[in-house]
């Protein structure tokens, strides 16, 4: 458990400018605003380097005077809150700044030692010693102060200010890394009275201030004294920059409270009161003597009424006749009444469990629950609790499943159309043919796989054309289309569209080729020729020049041969026509410039003699041939392609398209359900039937119906217990049922779409403040679920009797249940209750910080009383067993975070330790008033931080009524009675006196947390 922080304090801090001011603060006026001599020294560099001294300045820094505002937001904390109804009077009040410095920012003078007052002030005023009023003139509300005696004196206001620093490094380093960790408070050393309203203002603490925040004149002021004194002038008109309210009790503080809890073993009366079954209504038999009604909470004596009762059977059979009545009616048609409602008390949970019917002497939940009055008294209460608040549940669960009508509806629809296009896919498309399927299913083709390919990618690959399946050769081929009617009576026999496709796949019949253009008619081929670019006739001889032997690789960029010869017409025999060329050669085109090389073309070395070719000339004739028989070549026949196999395609048709698939896809498609509401129905279309989720602890509306059905009795607990009680499993498992089946009904009332067996509510107890343990899931969603009191209705065995359903794992049957009734939890809400294990030190029994248990629930019921549940079973808690020999203590801790300042209400002998001082340590005893309490000691060390224990059970108003002390403390005023040991447990006690500077003053009148350990032993009966 997260022990008490570490705080350093630090009687002033100042930072920039003001850090330098050299007039230290004796305790009389200051100067209005602080002074500050600086100098400077221009050193100019060169070859005749020379310092020149400036004439050194005065600076004058900001004063209590110049300030007329403050930003509420730089204050962080107060204490106590605005607007407390019960502060306790023993504290001082205090308010804290973000700023380390701010209270000494304006404060014109620089420290005397560790002594420098601040420029603020923290009074605290009864409602009847001051007038509060805000001429439009002034820039800041103001007080008339009409009883000077309530202020302070501020001639030590330096004592009541202090710098805090959280953690264990300096001042220095922790505003570096963490400024955040830095405050500054200033106290107000008033003591408080019990039981009287008090506002607390935040004032100048200079005369400069003071008339700055009233628009006052300050020229006549040459320096600046305390805002008051005792001989200042009433009433005295003060401006505030912040002010907060609060009111005192007289109940004593978090010690005193926990300490006036006492330990008690409850007797069997608590959580149970007797249920009468004789009469349970006109003409019905008796159940005999009356039974014990058990609550959800019970005492450890307490222990189930056994129903031994001779009548108990009849009593039985006439339930489950009575309430079995509409189960045989509403299933036999021919019954008379089968159309007429029989309304009878009802069978809970049969929606759930799927049985509409109980049977008596069976011992299953849904019998149990039904059959006996004391379950089913308690599950009828979950009926009143659902029709109390049934506007806010219906409101939640219509909201919880918005939009569930319209997809509910598209569902619907969806299922309409997979039934007719069921019944159309079987008698069309399942009886088809082959061919006929593929001709139906044409337009989708390009959108079903037949694996990896599309179908239409199949046919298109396939020797049958994509066009013998479209719509306009189906009708063609048709028999009782006009095309086919006529052929028939010229007596042509083309067969049917199955049949001409076999003869296409199987080659039979070829696919005619288009025709050939009429004579004279301008093709696109035509127009393509007469476009062509100039340079495209030379693509030929670019293709020769790319072969592999690479033979005219030269020739790329070849003018038109010369000697006649063209592309058109060359054929291998005009090749062989030509004339011999003795004198051919080729020549390279120039690097640059226009082209004039070539085969054949005119220049130097194109003569020459002779008959026959040259050697480059035969050459050239040779491969030009070979080009020509090339160009001239006819095509070759394409391969054939794959027959087309109808059957698997049809195959893949019938199952992609069945309805069945592809109706729900669409229809889901359109409808995000979404995984909140768990809806995996096996039919995939089913419309929704939602279960709304109603996350709240149940047991809260329960106790608003009446605390006695969670805690029977609870009357009977004395003010001031702390007593163990224990879970009660099997009724809170009765109640969730009798909730989840009221609301089953309404829903269905309303036409929410439900199917009534969902478990609407799961949760009983209040599970907001569990501490999650190691082992527990990170996810929220998953811890939820593992909280929840039950798991879902539908799931339970029916075998099973009541009390055997619980949804978390390890818990322990019926754990004990820690109750506290008192002033205690109500005064100090976020106080830490845990149990710890207990060890022997010696032969004494204390806490062992390695074993601490956390509340698995928590809980109230009026006015005063707290509950908090375990995972301890009351053997365990009490000791003597073999995992807990030494049992368990039961932890009250005041919450360790935030840091209080006072005093104890009253001294219990001499101080050793400052953690003891007391208001009455600066008072002189007078003569105590008869009947007063006295107060006893209690001798408990320290330990890691928190305070021993001094108080008995008592009041401020008494403590103090013997005792004659100042209104406020003093640090010239020293305690009486305080002797600090040299072997005290914090070795800080010694370095610390009282009036010495601000830093010691908060660290003595710090006030520790308070814990008190009580052991299971002194609650658990015997």
Not at 175 to 186: F, M, N
Not at 236 to 249: A, D, G, N, V, W
Not at 380 to 385: E, N, R
Not at 544 to 562: M, N
Request: hydrophobic letters at 40%; proline letters at 11%; glycine letters at 10%.
């Amino acid at each position: 458990m997260t022990g008490p922080g570490r705080y350093h304090f630090v009687a002033w801090s100042r930072r920039g400018i003001g850090a330098k001011l050299d007039n230290p603060d004796y305790g009389g006026p200051l100067p209005v605003r602080g002074t500050l001599t600086t100098g400077l020294t221009v050193t100019a560099d060169g070859p005749s380097p020379d310092s020149q001294p400036v004439p050194p300045v005065t600076v004058l820094t900001h004063g209590p005077g110049d300030v007329i505002g403050f930003h509420g937001g730089h204050v962080i904390r107060t204490d106590p809150k605005d607007g407390t109804p019960n502060y306790e009077p023993n504290y001082l009040a205090c308010i804290e700044f973000d700023m380390p410095d701010l209270p000494w920012l304006h404060t014109p003078a620089a420290p005397a030692g560790d002594r420098l007052r601040p420029w603020l002030a923290l009074v605290v005023l009864k409602s009847g010693e001051y007038t509060q009023v805000r001429p439009p003139t002034q820039p800041l509300p103001s007080i008339d102060v009409t009883e000077l005696g309530a202020l302070q004196p501020l001639d030590d206001a330096w004592n009541w200010a202090h710098t805090q620093v959280s953690g264990d490094g300096g001042l220095a380093a922790t505003l570096g890394s963490t400024p955040g960790a830095v405050i500054s408070r200033l106290m107000c050393p008033r003591r408080l009275d019990p039981e009287t309203g008090y506002t607390a203002f935040l004032v100048p603490a200079f005369e400069a201030g003071r008339l700055a925040g009233l628009n006052l004149d300050l020229s006549g002021l040459t320096s600046t004294p305390a805002a008051w004194t005792g001989a200042s002038q009433t009433p005295l008109r003060l401006p505030f920059f912040y002010s907060f309210t609060f009111h005192t009790s007289d109940q004593g503080d978090f010690e005193s409270l926990v300490r006036r809890l006492v330990p008690r073993k409850l007797g069997a009366d608590i959580g149970q009161r007797p249920m009468s079954v004789d009469e349970p209504m006109a003409d019905f038999p008796s159940g005999g003597t009356p039974l014990g009604l058990d609550g959800a909470l019970m005492s450890l004596l307490t222990t189930e009424t056994q129903w031994n009762d001779p009548a108990k059977t009849a009593f039985q059979d006439a339930l489950a006749t009575f309430i079995n009545v509409p189960a045989p009616i509403a299933d036999d048609p021919a019954h008379p009444s089968a159309d007429d409602p029989v309304v009878t008390p009802p069978v809970y949970g049969r929606w759930h469990a799927g049985v509409p019917t109980v049977t008596p002497g069976a011992t299953g939940w849904l019998d149990g629950l039904n059959l006996d009055p004391r379950p089913r008294t308690e599950a009828g209460t979950g009926t009143q609790v659902i029709q109390a608040h049934l506007t806010a549940l219906m409101a939640s669960a219509w909201q919880q499943v918005a939009g569930i009508e319209l997809a509910n509806s598209l569902l619907r629809r969806a299922q309409l159309a997979r039934g007719t296009l069921t019944m159309l896919h079987a008698r069309r498309f399942a009886a088809a043919s082959n061919a006929t399927l593929l001709s139906l299913t044409a337009p989708v083709h390009a959108r079903v796989l037949a694996s990896p390919q599309t179908v239409r990618a199949v046919i298109a690959g396939s020797r049958v054309p994509g066009q013998m399946f479209a719509a306009s050769f189906r009708r063609i081929t048709s028999p009782a289309g006009a095309i086919r009617r006529r052929q028939s009576a010229a007596g042509a026999v083309i067969g049917s569209l199955g049949a001409l496709v076999d003869r296409v796949n199987s080659t039979e019949i070829a696919i005619v080729p288009p025709p050939a253009p009429p004579g004279g008619l301008v093709t696109i081929e035509d127009i393509s020729d007469r476009t062509r670019p100039p340079w495209s006739k030379y693509l030929p001889i670019r293709l020769v020049a790319h072969t592999p032997e690479g033979s005219f690789r030269a020739i790329i960029e070849a003018d038109e041969p010369s000697g006649g010869i063209r592309i058109v017409g060359l054929t291998p025999r005009a090749l062989a026509a030509v004339a011999p060329r003795p004198d051919f050669t080729i020549t390279e085109p120039p690097a640059t410039g226009a082209g004039t090389g070539g085969f054949g073309a005119g220049g130097t070395g194109a003569g020459g003699a002779g008959t026959g070719d040259s050697v480059e000339a035969a050459r050239f004739r040779q491969a030009m041939i070979q080009l020509g028989g090339a160009l001239q070549a006819p095509a070759p026949d394409p391969p054939l392609a794959a027959a087309l196999d109808t059957q698997a395609l049809r195959d893949t048709l019938v199952a992609r398209l069945d309805p069945a698939l592809t109706v729900p896809a669409r229809a889901l498609s359109l409808i995000d359900i979404g995984a909140r509401l768990g809806w995996r129905p096996p039919d995939p279309i089913q419309p929704i039937m939602a279960a709304p989720s109603f996350p709240q602890p149940m047991y809260a509306p329960l106790r608003d119906l009446s605390p006695d059905y969670v805690l029977p009795g609870v009357e009977q607990i004395p003010p001031d217990t702390v007593g163990l009680l224990q879970s009660n499993h099997a009724f809170i498992e009765s109640y969730m049922v009798g909730l989840n089946h009221e609301m089953a009904r309404q829903l269905l009332w309303a036409g929410y779409p439900t199917d009534l067996r969902g478990s609407y509510f799961r949760q009983f107890w209040d599970v907001s403040g569990y501490v999650p343990e190691p082992g527990d899931p990170s996810d929220p969603a998953q811890l939820a679920e593992l909280l929840k009191d039950i798991p879902p209705i539908n799931t339970w065995p029916l075998a099973v009797p009541l009390g055997g359903h619980e949804n978390r794992a390890g818990i322990v049957p019926d754990n004990v249940v820690l109750l506290v009734r008192g002033e205690l939890l109500r005064r100090y809400p976020n106080t830490v209750i845990y149990a710890a294990k207990a060890k022997l030190d010696g032969n004494k029994r204390v806490i062992d910080p390695t074993d601490e248990r956390y509340p698995l629930f928590a809980g109230t019921l009026p006015t005063d009383i707290t509950f908090i549940g375990f995972n301890l079973s009351k053997e365990d808690a009490k000791g003597g067993t073999k995992d807990s020999p030494e049992g368990f203590f039961f932890v009250f801790q005041q919450h360790p975070t935030e840091p209080r300042f006072g005093l104890e209400p009253s001294a219990t002998g001499t101080v050793q330790h400052w953690a003891d001082l007391a208001w009455t340590n600066f008072g002189v005893p007078q003569q105590r008033a008869a009947g007063v309490p006295g107060v006893t000691v209690e001798t408990v060390s320290y330990s890691n931080g928190w305070a021993p224990w001094r108080l008995a059970s008592t009041t401020f108003a008494s403590v103090l009524a013997g005792t004659a002390l100042s209104p406020f403390l003093s640090a010239s005023a020293h305690p009486q009675g305080v002797a600090i040991a040299n072997d005290a447990a914090d070795p800080n006690d010694t370095a610390n006196a009282w009036g010495a500077d601000a830093a010691q003053t908060a660290y003595i009148t710090l006030r520790m947390p308070y814990r008190i350990a009580i052991h299971a032993d002194l609650m658990v009966p015997t």
